[in-house]
């Protein structure tokens, strides 16, 4: 939290958590290595400037392996979990990635067999509820004290997502996601794609990442509640194989501090409202 909110913009980091639990890995059949490799490595790092500049920043701790706070809490795979029944399930799930998940990047799968449902509710009530509700109280002081909420929920990329991807004949390097314009409103996603452009990175739209359950479920501008959520490519930070940060870290982690910066000052020239 910052000393003093300033604007209405909220940062979160739903995939960066890395206390991977001895219980956890003991459980997998993967190795403290590879079970990573669906981490949004360094995210919460990349975007730590937010209180300094008077937003809050929510980082997940524990993995997104663990339980997947971008699911929702209702996305169980019966492939995974002994009780529950299947049914229509959406390519999320069927492919692996529900809220408890299945498999890592690569499909790779993660246990030897199933878990049972009460496991699968104990990390849902234990973390999945406490994250969400969390970020609605944010989100919520947003508009009570700014008129509205604006949440930018920050993520990274394989390399490989954007492959054959280009803008301008270049390759993206982040991906801005408003649910082709159901989740913000046209000037707030303008305006973070103006910051990142002016911060030197290659900007596109919704492909290949327009967003999950978090832009879909909390975007709501008819509510004054907006929802951007950003890809970078792991690439430019960090090295994906060794999931270290490389020798662009420090410098990509400064632009990213100029950028939230400015998208801090998204509330210029609008009136700012009392708190009650």
Known sequence: MPEERQTSVVFASPHSGRCYEPAFLQKSILDAHLIRSSEDAFVDQLFNAAPLHGAPLLAAQMPRAYVDLNRGAEELDPALING????????????????????????????????????????LTNI??????????????????????VLVDCHSMPHEAVRGVTR??????????????????????????????????????????????ITQHYGRPIRNQHVVQVEIDRSIYMNEAQIRPNNQFHDVRDRISQVV????????????????
Do not use: M
């Not at 999945?128 to 919520?140: E, R, S």
């Not at 910066?261 to 009650?276: F, K, T, V």
């Open 84 to 123: 529950v029944r299947g049914g229509a399930l959406n390519a999320r799930v069927s492919s692996g990635l529900g809220v408890i998940p299945r498999v890592v990047a690569g499909a790779r799968a993660i246990y030897n067999g199933k878990i049972s449902l009460s496991e699968a509710e104990q990390r």
């Open 128 to 149: 999945w509820f406490p994250y969400h509700k969390q970020l609605q109280a944010l989100l919520n002081q947003s508009r009570e004290t700014f008129g509205r909420a």
């Open 168 to 213: 301008n004949g270049l390759r993206p390097e982040i991906v801005l996601g408003d649910r082709h314009g159901a989740s913000a409103s046209q000037e707030i996603v303008e305006h973070i794609a103006e910051v990142f452009e002016k911060a030197g990175f290659v900007v596109a739209r919704n492909a290949p990442f327009a967003g999950a359950y």
């Open 261 to 276: 910066q400015q998208i801090c000052q998204i509330d210029q020239g609008r009136d700012r409202l009392a708190a009650e």
